[in-house]
């Protein structure tokens, strides 16, 4: 028989059960065309430092956030036309504009990194 006592012991297991569930469920890859172009562009630098044929998200995000971007992510969103880019070919020329930017490294932009087999944003913040 379901008492009101019951009633509340099993709404309080549905509660807890969802919000591990939400809690533990894993993280969706908001735009996943950033990181097969990124990826497909430089593939010597995704062998060097990507796993399963593609960079991580950390080249540009440098924190569990995807709100914080380091400097070169930064430089490469400064270069789309739009916030949630789609258009490979535009992403793809957003990449390479922003690898002719500075970077932290004196004396080198992005792109003398990256030709280095260097991650190019730093791992701090820069937003």
């Known amino acids: 028989m379901l ?7 099993v709404l309080c297991a549905v509660l807890l059960v969802a919000g591990l569930a939400v809690s533990t469920g894993s993280n969706a890859v908001a735009r996943p065309k ?4 990124i990826s497909a ?9 990507g796993v399963d044929g593609k960079l991580s ?3 540009c995000h440098p924190g569990k956030s995807k709100k914080d971007r380091n400097n070169y992510g930064v430089a490469f969103g400064d270069k789309l036309e739009k916030k ?3 258009d490979e070919a ?8 922003a690898a002719k930017e500075k970077s932290a490294t004196d ?7 990256i030709d280095a087999l ?8 820069a937003n």
């Open 3 to 9: 008492t009101v006592k019951n009633a509340v012991r």
């Open 34 to 37: 950033y990181k097969d172009a």
């Open 41 to 49: 562009l430089y593939p010597e630098l995704t062998k060097k430092h």
């Open 57 to 59: 998200c950390a080249v």
């Open 84 to 86: 949630n880019e789609t």
């Open 90 to 97: 535009k992403i793809t020329e957003a990449l390479k504009a």
């Open 107 to 113: 004396g080198k932009t992005f792109g003398d990194l």
């Open 118 to 125: 260097e991650l190019p944003g730093t791992d701090e913040k």
